[in-house]
């Protein structure tokens, strides 16, 4: 599998390779989980949620800390991009300090663009 094949087109490289990638799933450590964030909400595409990963032993431990963003009923999807990029970034502030006291963690971060939306709900 390429890594280009997890990442959306332009997605900056810098965090191409300081991903963790397993399954087609990208985590980082946090301070880079919410720039990941960032940049995917000011290109259009939402964050579905976040899970704390935590790597041992070439296996993936996940860790009880989960976040999910809901698109709302007849929310445009600028606004749903929007807002799931904020709740997720306040989110991680909220929780980092939390999280790293778990040890060398990473957060998953799972999105998808307008089209990919689309078909989940097909």
Do not use: C
Not at 70 to 77: K, L, M, P
Not at 91 to 100: E, G, N, S, V
Not at 104 to 116: F, I, L, R
């Amino acid at each position: 599998m390429e890594r280009s094949d997890v990442f959306p087109p332009n997605f900056p490289s810098e965090l191409v390779t300081t991903a963790f990638v397993a399954s087609k799933e990208a985590a980082w450590r946090p301070a880079q989980a919410a720039i990941s964030v960032e940049w995917l909400g000011a290109h259009g595409y939402a964050v579905l949620g976040t899970e704390l990963w935590l790597p041992k032993d070439g296996s993936i431990q996940s860790l009880p800390y989960f976040q999910n963003v809901d698109r709302q009923r007849n929310e445009a999807w600028d606004s749903f991009v929007a807002r799931a990029a904020a709740e997720t970034l306040a989110y991680l502030r909220a929780f980092t300090p939390k999280f790293i006291e778990e040890g060398d963690v990473y957060v998953n971060v799972t999105w998808v663009s307008e089209a990919e939306f689309g078909n989940l709900k097909a």
